[in-house]
Nanobody, 120 residues
């Protein structure tokens, strides 16, 4: 079965940087879309950055220019380099992917979530 394996995150001071990674495990997967969402306490889950089935990469307006999204097709992995972090970036970050696997067909997957805290 396919899993989204997330890494990175943690606690950082404002202005600092963190990098998140997400790998789609499993063999013979075909990825149509993949990216990062986040959910802060009391707020709805929102897209942070990711590529869609059309191949283009989208960013939330609040992170554009600060966050860098990198896709490594050979490793079925995406990275989110978060720079100039602000307290408003504090949230649980979730990896999401629309992918096909021989065992489960095409479906939507979510990672378990990873905490990012930006604080003095």
């Amino acid at each position: 079965h396919v899993h989204l394996v997330e890494g990175g995150g943690g606690l950082v001071q404002p202005g600092g940087s963190l990098r998140l990674s997400c790998t789609a495990s499993g063999s013979d997967v075909s990825i149509y879309a993949m990216g990062w969402y986040r959910q802060a306490p009391g707020k709805q889950r929102e897209l942070v950055a990711g590529f869609n089935s059309g191949g283009s990469t989208d960013f939330a307006d609040s992170v554009r220019g600060r966050f860098i999204f990198v896709r490594d097709n050979a490793k079925n992995t995406v990275y989110l380099q978060m720079n100039k972090l602000e307290t408003e970036d504090t949230a649980v970050y979730y990896c999401n992917s629309d992918l096909f696997s021989p065992g489960d067909g095409r479906r939507d997957y979510w990672g378990q979530g990873i905490q990012v805290t930006v604080s003095e």
